[in-house]
C-alpha cells in the first residue's frame, strides 16, 4: 500500500511501476496462493509411484475402484474441511455414518414397509445430531474436540446397544426385500458406466459435493462467513457475522455428508454392523488437512479435501495392486499427513513471502 | 464550548459497568457530536476498552444512561450498534488476516446478486468497489485480493476506518488505533480518522498518547481506575494540561514539590 499524503508518495514514474509488478507476479502469485497446491503435487508424485512400482495400478478399472475407495472418504472430508476453515472439528462425524445408517435400516424394519421414510428419518435424526453438536459448542463455549468426543463416545454406545437392544444381534435385519429398496439402492449404491469405466455413483456424490461447497466457499456469502469465522472469531462477530449460526450450519453440512454416507453403506451391503466407523473421523481431518486445510481454521478449500481424499484412495488401493501387505496403508498415510502439511506450511510462507 | 444546541449522536451519562464484583467503570459520561472527534485517555486498565465495549453493543452498562441521537437505549448485540450506525475497529480485532482485503472489506454486508439458489456475492463490485474507496481515502493498493495480514498494522486499521465510512456509519469507534504504531503509521492513521470526522462522522477515539488526542481531538475524557477525572472541550485546556493531567496531574505537581530541593 502506498498513500498519497506526500510523506507516501509513491516512487518516481507513479503508479505505473507497481501494476508492472503485478502483472508479473500474478499468476505465479495466484497458483501459489492456493490452498490445494500443495496436495495436488503430493498426489501427482503417489500417482507416479504407483504406477512405477503396480502394474495394474493403470488399468481403467483399477481407476475405478480407485475413486470409489476415494470417494466414500471424500464425501465426508468436504464438509470436514468445510468445519475445519470454520476452525472447529467433528470427531464423531464417523460414527455418525454409522449411525445414520442404523436409523434408516431399523426404522424401516420396525415401523413402517417403505424404505424412504426410513432414509428420510434417518435425515432428520442425523441433522438433529449436528445441531446438538453445534449449539453444545455455541452455548457452552467448551472447544469442539471437548463436545464432538463426547457425542462420538455416546453415539457409538448408542450404535452398539440400540441395536443389540432392537435386532438381538450387532447387525440389522436385512432390509432388501422391502418396498423402496431398489430405487433408494439406485440413489446410493449403484454403478453407472462413464466413458467405459464403471463408477459407483458416490464418485458423483462426491464431486457433486465438491462443487457444491466449492460455490458456497468462494461465491456466497456463508462462504464469507466461514473463513471469517475460522480466521477471525471477534473480528467476524464485531462486523455482524452470524458465528453462531455459521457454526451450527456447518455441523449440519457434516450431517448432511453422514447421511448420504451412511445411505450408501446400508444399501450397498442391506445390513449394517453397528461397530462400524469408528476412526474414521480421523482419515476425514486427515483428508482436510492434506487438501491444505489449516488446522487452526480460516484457510483451505473443498477442492484440497478432494484431493486429499484421492491421495487416499490412490494409496489404500495402489499398495494393493503392489501386492504389499496391507497393513503399510497406515504408515504411507502418516508420511503423507506430514509430508503434506509441511509442503502446505512452506508454500503459503512462499506465498506471502513474493506479496 | 462547541455546538451544544444539536442533540449528540452519542451520549453517556454517569455509566457504570462491572465485572461480576470489579468495578471498571463508575459515572463516565461522555458526548459524540457529528464532525468531531472526542478523545478517550487513560492508561492501561483504566477501562477505556470497557466504554466502547458498552457504544459498540459488546457489553451493556449497568448503572447511568445511554442515548443514540436523543433516545435512550440499550444495544443487544454488535448487529444491533452497526444497524443503528455505530461502527467500531478494535485495535487487534478489526479484520480477519489470512481474508482478501476485498473480502474483509465486505465482511458482514456482502452485496449479491442473482436469487434464489444462484444468489452469490457479486464479486467483481465488491473488489472494485474495496479498491476505489480505499483509493478515496487516499490509500492505493497494489492487490486486493492479497491476505489483509500482509498489510502493515496502520494499513490494516486504515482499510477498516475506511470500510466503516463507506457503510455510512455515522459514529466511527476506535480503539487504541495508533498504539501498535510507529510515529509515521500513527500519523497516517489518523489523518484517516480526520478525513472520516470531515465526511461528517462522530469520531471516539481512545488513546493513552495525549499528543495524538490533542493532534485531533476536539474533546476529551480522562479516565482513571473506571472514574473520570477530567472532561473537557478543546477550547479550555491546553496540550500540556492534557498530558500533566494524563500524566497524574495534582499528583505529579505534589510529586514534584516534595522532589524540590
Ligand atoms: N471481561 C472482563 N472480565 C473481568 N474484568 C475485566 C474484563 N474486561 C476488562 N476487565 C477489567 O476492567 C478493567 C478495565 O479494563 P479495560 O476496559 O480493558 O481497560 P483499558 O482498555 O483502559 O486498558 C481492568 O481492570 C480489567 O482487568
Ligand atoms: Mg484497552
Given at each position: 500500500m502506498t498513500a498519497t499524503a506526500p510523506a507516501e508518495a509513491p516512487a518516481p514514474g507513479g503508479r505505473a511501476p507497481a501494476d508492472e509488478r503485478l502483472l508479473k507476479t500474478s499468476l505465479l502469485r495466484k497458483l501459489l496462493g492456493r490452498p490445494e497446491l500443495g496436495s495436488v503435487v503430493g498426489a501427482a508424485a503417489v500417482f507416479l509411484f504407483f504406477a512405477i512400482v503396480a502394474d495394474s495400478f493403470l488399468r481403467a478399472s483399477s481407476f475405478g475402484t480407485v475413486l470409489y475407495a476415494a470417494s466414500v472418504i471424500g464425501i465426508m472430508a468436504v464438509p470436514v474441511a468445510l468445519l475445519m476453515i470454520g476452525g472447529e472439528f467433528d470427531l464423531s462425524a464417523g460414527v455418525l455414518v454409522t449411525s445414520s445408517a442404523l436409523v434408516s435400516s431399523m426404522f424401516s424394519y420396525q415401523m413402517t414397509a417403505n424404505i424412504w421414510v426410513g432414509v428420510l428419518v434417518s435425515l432428520l435424526v442425523t441433522l438433529a445430531v449436528g445441531v446438538f453438536n453445534g449449539v453444545m459448542l455455541t452455548r457452552t463455549k467448551l472447544p469442539s474436540f471437548i463436545i464432538t468426543l463426547g457425542t462420538f463416545l455416546m453415539l457409538t454406545g448408542l450404535n452398539l446397544g440400540l441395536t443389540k437392544m432392537i435386532s438381538g444381534t450387532v447387525s440389522t435385519k436385512t432390509i432388501a426385500d422391502m418396498e423402496g429398496f431398489s430405487s433408494a439402492k439406485a440413489l446410493f449404491a449403484s454403478q453407472v458406466t462413464l466413458g467405459g469405466v464403471n463408477l459407483k455413483v458416490t464418485v458423483l456424490w462426491w464431486l457433486g459435493l465438491v462443487a457444491l461447497a466449492t460455490w458456497i466457499l468462494l461465491r456466497t456469502r456463508a462462504g464469507n462467513w466461514i473463513f471469517a469465522v475460522g480466521g477471525g472469531t471477534e473480528a467476524a462477530r464485531a462486523v455482524g457475522v452470524p458465528v453462531n449460526k455459521t457454526r451450527v450450519g456447518l455441523y449440519m453440512g457434516v450431517s448432511l455428508g453422514a447421511w448420504i454416507s451412511g445411505q450408501h453403506l446400508l444399501f450397498s451391503f442391506d445390513v449394517v454392523q453397528s461397530g462400524e466407523g469408528v476412526g474414521n473421523e480421523l482419515i476425514y481431518i486427515i483428508a482436510a488437512v492434506i487438501g491444505g486445510c489449516l488446522i487452526t481454521g480460516g484457510y483451505g478449500s473443498a477442492i484440497g479435501s478432494a484431493v486429499g481424499a484421492f491421495i487416499f484412495g490412490m494409496t489404500s488401493k495402489g499398495i494393493v495392486y503392489a501386492e504389499w501387505d496391507p497393513d503399510w496403508f497406515k504408515f504411507f498415510l502418516g508420511a503423507m499427513l506430514l509430508l503434506a502439511t509441511l509442503l502446505n506450511a512452506w508454500v503459503r510462507k512462499r506465498a506471502e513471502a513474493t506479496r | 464550548m462547541t455546538d451544544q444546541s444539536t442533540t449528540p449522536l452519542v451520549e453517556l451519562r454517569d455509566v457504570s459497568k462491572f465485572y461480576g464484583n470489579i468495578k471498571a467503570l463508575e459515572g463516565v459520561s461522555l458526548e459524540v457530536h457529528a464532525g468531531e472527534i472526542s478523545c478517550v485517555l487513560g492508561d492501561n486498565g483504566a477501562g477505556k476498552s470497557t466504554l466502547i465495549k458498552i457504544i459498540a453493543g459488546l457489553h451493556q452498562h449497568d448503572a447511568g444512561t445511554f442515548s443514540i441521537e436523543g433516545e435512550e437505549t440499550r444495544l443487544a448485540n454488535p448487529r444491533d450498534a452497526l444497524d443503528r450506525g455505530i461502527a467500531t475497529v478494535y485495535?487487534?480485532?478489526?479484520?480477519?488476516?489470512?481474508?482478501p482485503v476485498w473480502r474483509n472489506f465486505f465482511l458482514g454486508s456482502e452485496p449479491t446478486k442473482g436469487a434464489g439458489p444462484f444468489k452469490r456475492l457479486d464479486v467483481d463490485l465488491m473488489r472494485r468497489t474495496t479498491r476505489s474507496e480505499l483509493l478515496r481515502m487516499g490509500i492505493d493498493l497494489?492487490?486486493?485480493?492479497?491476505?489483509?495480514?500482509?498489510?502493515?498494522g496502520g494499513e490494516r486499521q486504515c482499510v477498516a476506518i475506511a470500510r466503516a465510512v463507506h457503510f455510512g456509519a455515522k459514529v466511527l469507534v476506535l480503539d487504541e488505533p495508533t498504539a501498535a504504531l510507529g510515529v509515521k503509521q500513527s500519523g497516517v492513521v489518523l489523518k484517516y480518522v480526520a478525513a472520516a470526522r470531515d465526511a461528517g462522522l462522530g469520531v471516539v477515539l481512545i488513546t493513552h498518547n495525549p499528543h495524538h488526542a490533542y493532534l485531533v481531538g476536539d474533546r476529551f475524557v480522562l479516565l482513571k481506575r473506571g472514574a473520570m477525572s477530567g472532561s473537557h472541550v478543546?477550547?479550555?485546556?491546553?496540550l500540556d494540561d492534557l498530558t500533566r493531567e494524563m500524566a497524574g496531574g495534582s499528583e505529579l505537581d505534589q510529586l514534584s514539590h516534595e522532589l524540590e530541593r
Open positions: - | 485495535q487487534d480485532l478489526a479484520v480477519v488476516p489470512l481474508m497494489r492487490d486486493v485480493d492479497q491476505p489483509i495480514g500482509t498489510l502493515s478543546r477550547d479550555e485546556i491546553t
